[in-house]
């Protein structure tokens, strides 16, 4: 046996060689590409400093508070050290502490069964809830203070878990041992892939880039473009029904990510099941900005996204009115389109569908962190160099809010065990972000998130037009999601106040993105709804009903009634406006 070892290790020492030449030819064009980039990040070492400096001046200020604390901790490892040394002898031993429900991170066997693992995981879990309640009972912290200092603790302590090491890993030790370190090679050449992909700070792969081809295997439902300008092309789909509702639906996505969203498999596609549904879809897709789009504002997004679409699907059906539905900052671009609209004595807006969509940002959840005066004269400073913020910083963001699922699960499949990527189509469409122009996002930052403007009447102008979302009288349906991490619910829910129509609220179960594309065949989640408004998030939830599988047939039951009746389903192109190339269009495709 132990001649094989040496055999296979002799064996496996040129491919070593090769990639370690390699890896050092990447290192150092790593290098050099950073000096000569500038290198941006939401991540901000000198607020992370100043912050903890913040803290721990409050503790050393109590320090009574601090030695109880201590004292408290100490108590814990002399428990865990009589617990592990009891288990050691095979006896039972019941554990000090156990991970929170929903922590995936120590599913393996090993982290239980194992005496010295269990340790490891104890003295870990044991650590990080003594400190981030350090944090969270320190006395004479803001609010605002508090949430950025525990947000970035939790990043530390989720960077440190045991479970990001080989050598404290049992899943990772044993697969080492069985390939012999082939999973460590195999890591490496991941981690060299992604610092030759990276442009700024290393960006691990979540997803198979090479598994999904656009129009192939995804964004798949049939369809043609049949208007464009320079900001977005409108795509017409082509029908399934004989007949089809009067009124069409105009889908508006958000600018942040690409539309295909609502458009992956073919099983979970909601733009597909709609047009099943008897709906006349059009959606728009968003170009990909460069430098150039630098000076298109909040104006340009509205007049050349909604407004503009609203005539061209007038132009291709002969109808004049639609039922909307915007996806999270596409909702709040609707929004203000309806708006605008309103100021205007504008109806061609029947309904408006709005998915985890805030428009009153007084309570943003976690992406607060990173909204202050100080950090968004950082990114606009940044974005005035460019034209524009990369969507790799987004991308960075909206991953640290889940950094265990969308960061260290990644790290140790990718290079501590040694696997591909794998292929799933949410994660890759994730990876496919987009920029955003300067002087757009730069408004969108400053006077929706930091300033709370867009809920003051008429205190923002749009398009010339003072906008007040209490003129909106059009029929509106939220749909937010109980575990949104990106739009919380109950600031979303702020917005079933904001308007002077009817409005019906329904809360779907699991995320941002699960909660919503969730279809009927696929019988997972639940939702709730209520005929009650409530004038709070608890009240409302207190008399909801909880109801089983998709919202997607609620939403469909809705709809209808703002449907106009039915008229002959109608083929894209067909009318005024002809086919200009196959759905899912060029500007989709445009990349990073």
């Not at 100043?50 to 004292?71: C, G, R």
């Not at 320079?230 to 996505?253: E, F, H, S, W």
């Amino acid at each position: 046996m132990a001649d094989e070892s040496m055999e296979l290790g002799t064996e496996l020492a040129p491919e070593w060689q090769a990639l370690l030449e390699r890896g050092r030819k990447v290192g150092a064009d790593y290098q050099e590409r950073l000096k000569h980039e500038e290198v941006f990040s939401t991540l901000n070492p000198a607020l992370m400093g100043q912050l903890f400096v913040e803290v721990a001046e409050q503790l050393l200020a109590k320090p009574e508070t601090l030695q109880q604390a201590q004292a408290s901790l100490v108590e814990d490892y002399g428990r865990l050290w009589q617990a592990t040394a009891a288990a050691l002898r095979g006896e039972a031993a019941a554990p000090v502490i156990e991970p929170q429900p929903g922590d995936r991170r120590f599913k393996d066997e090993d982290w239980t069964a194992n005496p010295t693992f269990s340790a490891i995981k104890q003295f870990y879990l044991l650590a990080a809830r003594w400190l981030e309640s350090m944090v969270a009972d320190a006395e004479g912290l803001d609010p605002k203070t508090r949430q950025k200092a525990l947000f970035y603790m939790r990043q530390f302590l989720s960077a440190v878990a045991p479970t990001n090491f080989l050598a404290t890993n049992p899943k990772v030790i044993r697969a080492t041992a069985a390939s012999q370190g082939e999973n460590l090679r195999r890591g490496f050449t991941h981690l060299l892939d992604d610092m030759e992909r990276s442009r700024g700070p290393l960006q691990v792969a979540l997803t198979d880039a090479q598994a999904f081809r656009l129009g192939e295997n995804i964004a798949t439902t049939p369809g043609k473009v049949v208007y464009q300008n320079g900001l977005m092309q409108l795509i017409q789909y082509t029908p399934t029904t004989d007949k089809a509702y009067r009124r069409p639906l105009m889908i508006v996505p958000p600018w942040i990510n690409k539309y295909y969203v609502l458009d992956m498999q073919p099983k979970n596609s909601f733009i597909r099941w709609a047009v099943g549904e008897g709906h006349t879809v059009f959606v728009i897709s968003w170009i990909n900005p460069e430098a150039e789009h630098s000076d298109k504002n909040f104006d340009d997004y509205l007049l050349d996204g909604p407004m503009a679409a609203l005539d061209a699907i007038e132009r291709a059906t002969g109808e004049r009115e639609v039922n909307a539905l915007g996806y999270c900052i596409g909702g709040t671009l609707l929004a203000c389109t309806l708006a605008h609209m309103a100021a205007r004595d504008d109806r061609r807006v029947a309904s408006a569908t709005f998915f985890t969509t805030m428009l009153d940002f007084a309570e943003p959840g976690e992406l607060g962190v990173f909204i202050d005066e100080a950090q968004i004269a950082m990114v606009e400073k940044h974005m005035e160099k460019k034209g524009f913020l990369d969507g790799s910083q987004m991308a960075q963001v909206f991953s640290m809010l889940r950094e265990n699922d969308l960061i260290w699960s990644a790290f140790i499949n990718n290079y501590l065990l040694g696997k591909d990527p794998p292929a799933f189509d949410l994660l890759y469409w994730n990876s496919d972000s987009t920029r955003m122009p300067a002087m757009m996002h730069g408004f969108y930052l400053r006077e929706m998130y930091l300033n709370n403007r867009l809920i003051e009447p008429d205190a923002l102008t749009l398009a010339g037009t003072p906008i007040d979302l209490h003129r909106i009288e059009t029929p509106a349906y939220f749909l937010s999601a109980r575990e949104d991490h990106i739009a919380p619910w109950r600031s979303t829910f702020a917005a079933t106040r904001l308007f002077s129509g009817s409005v019906r609220f329904v809360l779907a179960a699991s995320g941002h993105i699960a909660g919503v594309i969730n279809p009927p065949v696929a019988g997972k989640y639940n939702y709730w709804t209520s005929n009650r408004k409530g004038r709070t998030p608890e009240a409302w939830l207190k008399s909801a009903e909880r109801k089983e599988g998709s919202w997607w047939p609620d939403w469909a039951r809705w709809v209808a009634r703002k449907g106009g009746g039915k008229v002959a389903a109608r083929e894209p192109g067909a009318g005024a406006l002809p086919a200009l190339e196959d759905a899912p269009g060029s500007y989709v495709k445009m990349r990073l």
